[in-house]
Nanobody, 124 residues
Framework: QVQVVESGGGLVQAGGSLRLSCAASGRTFSNYAMGWFRQAPGKEREFVAA????????YYADSVKGRFTIPRDNAKNTINLRMNSLKAEDTAVYYC?????????????????WGQGTQVTVSS
């Protein structure tokens, strides 16, 4: 069984910060690359950030570069999404995803396992 669980969403004022957490578990959990995606009402799901299994390689969408980071703690089988300088346009449901490969990708269809999502609302 593979399970992905994210948490940490909430309401924050523009310019503020928020941290999301995600854990993926399963028989090959130690080899999972993981990423974050988000979807706002009426918009397509979009890539946010991803990290490979070792934690040495990360990817960020242009819209969040310099504001978000995606640290990984393999000892806890957990990744975070640290979100700073939040904008109203960051409001969305944020999804954590995992795939049973070492390398991360920026494409949602290349991830096999998904959490249920956590709502982030940024008020302006």
């Amino acid at each position: 069984q593979v399970q992905v669980v994210e948490s940490g969403g909430g309401l924050v004022q523009a310019g503020g910060s928020l941290r999301l957490s995600c854990a993926a578990s399963g028989r090959t959990f130690s080899n999972y690359a993981m990423g974050w995606f988000r979807q706002a009402p009426g918009k397509e799901r979009e890539f946010v950030a991803a990290i490979n299994w070792s934690g040495g390689i990360t990817y960020y969408a242009d819209s969040v570069k310099g504001r978000f980071t995606i640290p990984r703690d393999n000892a806890k089988n957990t990744i975070n999404l640290r979100m700073n300088s939040l904008k109203a346009e960051d409001t969305a449901v944020y999804y954590c995803a995992a795939r049973d490969y070492i390398d991360a990708t920026t494409k949602d269809y290349e991830y096999s396992y998904w959490g249920q999502g956590t709502q982030v609302t940024v008020s302006s």
